[in-house]
T-cell receptor, first 114, second 115 residues
Framework: KQEVTQIPAALSVPEGENLVLNCSFT??????LQWFRQDPGKGLTSLLL?????REQTSGRLNASLDKSSGRSTLYIAASQPGDSATYLC?????????????FGEGTQLTVNP | NAGVTQTPKFQVLKTGQSMTLQCAQD?????MSWYRQDPGMGLRLIHY???????DQGEVPNGYNVSRSTTEDFPLRLLSAAPSQTSVYFC??????????????FGNGTRLTVT
C-alpha cells in the first residue's frame, strides 16, 4: 500500500526566505506526482504536476523535483511571501487508468511572516 | 468561471438522517470524484466517475451512494448519517484526455457534522 509522508508538518519562515518542502512515498511505481496548495476553508489548488518520466517542473517561483528511485519529491519556493502561507500537499498517482487513485500526504502548513 | 461548485458549505445532521451533497462543474470534465478529508488521515477517495452513467468505488465507499446522470453533476448521498461521517467533503474533476496527466480541480468543500 502506497504511503505518502510530508515533513515537516509545519514550517514558519520570515518573508524573503527560500524554502524546501519534502514529500516521500513508499512505492516508486508511480504515474505522476502533484503538488497542491490548500488555503483555510478552501479546496485544493493544483500547483505542479510531474510525470513519472520527468525530473522537475517549474512555475514562477515554484520548482518541484521528482526522484522516483528514492521515493522523494521536493517543492522549492523562492523568495517566499506572506501570500504563500497555506498548507501544501503532495499526492502520487499509482497508474494511468481511470481506476488509479491519488494517495495524498497530510501536508505541510507553511507560515511566511512579514 | 465557476469551476467546481459544491453546496452546501456547511451542514449539521443528526444520526440516521439522510442528505445529498451537490457537486457541479462547468468545465466539461469527464472525470469527477468525491474525497473526504480528516485530520491524521489525509484525503481519501470515496467514489469516482469517468463519465455520465459510470461510477465506481474508491477507498472508503461504505455509507455513501453516487450517481452520474449528466456530465456536469455528481451528487453524493448519505443514506443514514453516522458520527464517523463527520468530515470535510471535497468534489474534484479533471479531463481524461489521452492520458491521466491532467490536474485535478477541487471545489471549496462541504463541512459536515453528524451529531
Amino acid at each position: 500500500k502506497q504511503e505518502v509522508t510530508q515533513i515537516p508538518a509545519a514550517l514558519s519562515v520570515p518573508e524573503g526566505e527560500n524554502l524546501v518542502l519534502n514529500c516521500s512515498f513508499t512505492d516508486s511505481a508511480i504515474y505522476n506526482l502533484q503538488w497542491f496548495r490548500q488555503d483555510p476553508g478552501k479546496g485544493l489548488t493544483s500547483l505542479l504536476l510531474i510525470q513519472s518520466s520527468q525530473r522537475e517542473q517549474t512555475s514562477g517561483r515554484l520548482n518541484a523535483s521528482l526522484d522516483k528511485s528514492s521515493g522523494r519529491s521536493t517543492l522549492y519556493i523562492a523568495a517566499s511571501q506572506p501570500g504563500d502561507s497555506a498548507t501544501y500537499l503532495c499526492a502520487v498517482r499509482r497508474g494511468g487508468t481511470s481506476g488509479s487513485r491519488l494517495t495524498f500526504g497530510e501536508g505541510t502548513q507553511l507560515t511566511v511572516n512579514p | 468561471n465557476a469551476g467546481v461548485t459544491q453546496t452546501p458549505k456547511f451542514q449539521v445532521l443528526k444520526t440516521g438522517q439522510s442528505m445529498t451533497l451537490q457537486c457541479a462543474q462547468d468545465m466539461n470534465h469527464e472525470y469527477m470524484s468525491w474525497y473526504r478529508q480528516d485530520p491524521g488521515m489525509g484525503l481519501r477517495l470515496i467514489h469516482y466517475s469517468v463519465g455520465a452513467g459510470i461510477t465506481d468505488q474508491g477507498e472508503v465507499p461504505n455509507g455513501y451512494n453516487v450517481s452520474r446522470s449528466t456530465t456536469e453533476d455528481f451528487p453524493l448521498r448519505l443514506l443514514s448519517a453516522a458520527p464517523s461521517q463527520t468530515s470535510v467533503y471535497f468534489c474534484a474533476s479533471k479531463t481524461r484526455g489521452a492520458s491521466y496527466n491532467s490536474p485535478l480541480h477541487f471545489g471549496n468543500g462541504t463541512r459536515l457534522t453528524v451529531t
